[in-house]
């Protein structure tokens, strides 16, 4: 209550029993009685009034301090993030570190947190994402495909929602990050479409009865529309940054071997 209702309520008391008195003395004792009875409950109620608000006052408090510890804890969490973030590696990531990172930014998945704590904790909600995504990636544990990253929508969500032209903490991280992953997934795309190009080609040569036409010299692109998709592919590195591929197909019981050099058919093993 403030000082003003306080005193209010106080003068009315005390001319309420001053009245009793009065009626008192003049013998009006129904009077009295009902201005008695009047009196005692302004004081019940003022009693209740005064217990509510300090009650409000008492809780209003405790939160006050709660949201303020929770404030500075959550600051200490961010820092925690910031570090663990700096130090992931995304041809060696480790799933234990990237989880922690995600469960020290988690209150900042709430917006108004997140908008109070800007000055503090600068771009939490797009570090948040980008720690979910580097969890992501930490499940495939430093082997991730093309096909992997467009097959994984959870990654490709979180990695899409940062902004493009970012350039907050971390961004020397993240924006690359982001680059390659839509990178990846754009040539799996390409891939796909690619293969299914070649799939079809290679059901026409097979109505045609033509198989496994493919000479040295030619794009090991044109290997699925000859000779189907192979049942695995063996890769090295050779001298210096040749790569070097051993394509095996089954056809007829029988294994054919295809050999490329730097995506150039160099021999065919039937």
């Known amino acids: 209550m403030t000082f003003a209702l306080s005193i209010l309520s106080a003068f009315i008391t005390i001319t309420l029993l001053t009245l009793s008195f009065w009626l008192f003395r003049r013998h009006s004792y129904k009077k009295m009685a009902l201005t008695l009875c009047l009196t005692v409950s302004i004081c019940f109620l003022e009693m209740a009034t005064y217990y509510m608000y300090m009650e409000t006052a008492t809780a209003s408090e405790l939160e006050s301090e709660y949201s303020n510890g929770y404030k500075d804890n959550l600051k200490d969490s961010y820092q925690g993030a910031v570090h663990i973030l700096e130090s992931l590696d995304f041809n060696h990531p480790d799933q234990h570190s990237a989880d922690k990172a995600v469960k020290l930014l988690q209150g900042f998945g709430n917006k108004q947190i997140a908008d109070e704590l800007k000055d503090s904790c600068p771009d939490a909600a797009v570090l948040l994402t980008y720690a979910k995504a580097m969890n992501q990636v930490a499940l495939y544990n430093g082997h991730m495909k093309n096909e992997d990253v467009s097959a994984n929508q959870a990654l490709l969500s979180e990695v899409q929602s940062i902004p493009d032209r970012y350039s907050g903490q971390l961004a020397k991280k993240i924006l690359p990050f982001r680059q390659l ?46 000779m189907g998709k192979p049942v695995r592919v063996n890769t090295t590195n050779g001298a210096g940054e040749e790569t070097l591929k051993q394509y095996v197909f089954r056809h007829n019981s029988a294994n054919i071997y295809v050999y490329t050099k730097d995506g150039i058919i160099t021999e065919v093993s039937r």
């Open 181 to 226: 992953i839509l990178a990846m997934n754009h040539e799996a795309l390409k891939n796909a479409e690619l293969d299914q190009q070649n799939a079809s080609k290679h059901e026409e040569n097979m109505k045609k009865g033509q198989y496994g036409k493919v000479r040295p010299g030619e794009s090991e692109e044109c290997l699925v529309a000859a």
